[in-house]
Nanobody, 124 residues
Framework: QLQLVESGGGLVQPGGSLRLSCAAP????????IGWFRQAPGKEREGVSC????????NYADSVKGRFTISRDNAENTVYLQIDSAKYEDTAVYYC?????????????????WGQGTQVTVSS
């Protein structure tokens, strides 16, 4: 079964940058659409960004548009989420998830495989 592993979380100052990675050791990710989600304490999990299996389609939540960039390197079997201009409200556990292709990237449902998450804390 596909297992996802997130990395790259940590402490970042407001206005700073961080790059999260999502990998699947022993598996090939290029078949799957990949989504990034986050869950802050006391809040529901929300979809942050999505990238299609080919990388040709992406989507961003309004709260991160213009600050986050999703990308994938299928040769490296890794999907990235670049966080720039970090805000306090970006503090959350970030998860990557995978699903078979076919749904619009703007729809954040139908993800079958999830990682364990990586903590991002924005603090001065």
């Amino acid at each position: 079964q596909l297992q996802l592993v997130e990395s790259g979380g940590g402490l970042v100052q407001p206005g700073g940058s961080l790059r999260l990675s999502c990998a699947a050791p022993g598996f090939t990710l290029d078949y799957y659409d990949i989504g990034w989600f986050r869950q802050a304490p006391g809040k529901e999990r929300e979809g942050v960004s999505c990238i299609s299996s080919s990388g040709g389609r992406t989507n961003y939540a309004d709260s991160v548009k213009g600050r986050f960039t999703i990308s994938r390197d299928n040769a490296e079997n890794t999907v990235y989420l670049q966080i720039d201009s970090a805000k306090y409200e970006d503090t959350a556990v970030y998860y990557c998830a995978a699903r078979p292709p076919g749904r619009p990237c703007s729809r954040y449902g139908g993800y079958d495989y999830w990682g364990q998450g990586t903590q991002v804390t924005v603090s001065s």
